[in-house]
């Protein structure tokens, strides 16, 4: 015979749970229940069999007593469906008092340990379908990460903007210093890129009226692993036309605190090791600011490779002044920004999409933030000017990794953009923080990871 195909009207089991808390331990409450879950333990006692099941809202003991039920043919991890009355066993614990049992599925495979759950970090993340059976902790990451974007989506919903989408084969990558994943066309017969980020495209729309957009999607970036790196991530980047750099650093600021509120229902969150209250406002720190603390503000390609050099630093890899003071604050500044930190006023030669301040041409009104000595993301006021952006593609032309140009993004500006704030935020980094999960892996449902060894 064939195991049931539906399960119809189930209850949640945390609801049942809490309809057996209030009863008196040994007495049923008068309603049926349905319930579905997976076996998770068993244990025996003359006629009574005692059944642990667990569904996506948590766990219930189930009372199977076999001169009503019949023999409990169940296996650890089969999938049940119990009908039953809300019950409290005679020790107190919330119950389910089964009157009938389906098997709904069987379960041919051992399962891990299931008092220590699967606790191998490489298993938990290849065979991520056992680890959120076994882990109650890893449903609950996973749950709260989807509750980050809804909230996100909710924010910013409300605030008039419009998400949209862009594509994610792109036959020119740009948006970011980054290395693309190729692929080809046989359709069409070109090379496209796996886009590295949304933000070109996001801003052609802002010159076709739009005004207020976002995005949440995956980006593609073939380079490094880390434990805040993933070579495909989630991203949200939004654009606001008629605001600048100082009005996004402030709509950052009350995202993230209202996310973590609706969330978490606090503002403080643990992070690796330390205690992080992500209510605005944040502290501001200019960038000049940041690396002069460390005597690392140097101009001077030769002098601060050699400042480099003399604090252990190793710039082989470091082609030119760009990289080498990208280097010098990610090494001495980054780990340092616990407390959310918003950092600004980067130079220009690494920032080709940032207007430039108003007081000083070298450099520019773009923003990183920070918290957990982690960066959650990078924003600026928009270039809006078709032959600044032609320059400074030009310029970027000559560094090593340089934004590559596009002349069709500088053929759309040609058209007139309003001034513009832009803003990328890693969603994975965000749901780090606000899980205190110390690596980007524990975030993403399916990490990308070397082949296994045989």
């Not at 882990?135 to 919903?157: G, H, K, Q, W």
């Not at 053929?411 to 969603?427: F, N």
């Amino acid at each position: 015979m064939s195991a049931p195909k539906r399960f119809p009207d189930r209850d949640e089991i945390a609801a049942v749970r809490a309809e057996a808390e209030p009863l008196d331990a040994g007495g049923e409450g008068p309603e049926t229940r349905r319930i579905a879950g997976r076996a998770m333990a068993r244990r025996g006692m003359g006629k009574l069999v005692f059944l642990d099941v667990v569904d996506r809202s948590g766990r219930i003991q189930v009372i199977c007593d076999t001169a009503r039920t019949g023999d409990v043919d169940v296996h650890l991890g089969d999938v049940v469906g119990v009908t039953g009355r809300p019950a409290k066993s005679r020790r107190g614990e919330p119950s389910l008092a089964a009157e009938a049992f389906e098997l709904l599925s069987r379960n041919t495979q051992p399962l891990p340990d299931t008092f220590h759950g699967l606790t191998d970090v490489e298993q938990r993340y290849r065979r991520r379908y056992l680890d959120l059976l076994m882990n109650e902790e890893s449903r609950d990451v996973f749950v709260a990460r989807a509750r980050i974007v809804t909230a996100i989506r909710r924010c910013l919903d409300e605030d008039g903007f419009v998400e949209v989408e862009t594509p994610v084969l792109q036959p020119r990558y740009g948006g970011a210093f980054a290395r693309p994943f190729v692929t080809h066309h046989n359709e069409l017969e070109a090379d496209f890129y796996l886009r590295i980020a949304t933000e070109l495209y996001l801003k052609r729309l802002i010159v076709g009226g739009l005004e207020r957009v976002y995005e949440i999607g995956k980006d593609f970036r073939n380079e490094s692993v880390s434990y805040k790196h993933q070579p495909e991530f989630t991203m949200l980047e939004w654009y606001e036309a008629y605001a600048d750099y100082g009005d996004t650093m402030a709509r950052i600021e009350a995202l993230v605190e209202r996310v973590a509120r609706e969330v978490l229902g606090t503002t403080e969150v643990r992070f690796r090791g330390r205690d992080i209250d992500v209510r605005a406002p944040w502290r501001r720190l200019r960038f000049v600011d940041a690396l002069s603390e460390h005597g690392l503000w140097l101009r001077d390609e030769g002098e601060l490779r050699a400042a480099l050099v003399a604090k252990g630093v190793d710039t082989e890899a470091d082609k030119d002044w760009a990289q080498l003071v990208d280097h010098a604050f990610s090494h001495f500044v980054e780990p340092t920004l616990v407390a959310p930190t918003i950092v600004h006023d980067y130079p220009v030669e690494i920032s080709p999409f940032a207007r430039a301040t108003d007081d000083d041409p070298t450099l520019t009104e773009r923003f990183e933030y920070f918290a957990g000595g982690m960066e959650l993301g990078n924003a600026f006021t928009e270039i809006n000017d078709a032959a600044d952006q032609a320059t400074r593609f030009e310029a970027q032309s000559a560094h090593v990794g340089g934004e590559p140009g596009d002349p069709d993004y500088v053929e759309a500006l040609s058209y007139g953009m309003p001034p513009t704030g832009g803003l990328g935020l890693g969603i994975d980094r965000l749901t780090m923080l606000l899980t205190g999960r110390e690596t980007i892996r524990d975030v993403v449902l399916f990490p990308a990871l070397r082949a296994a060894k045989d």
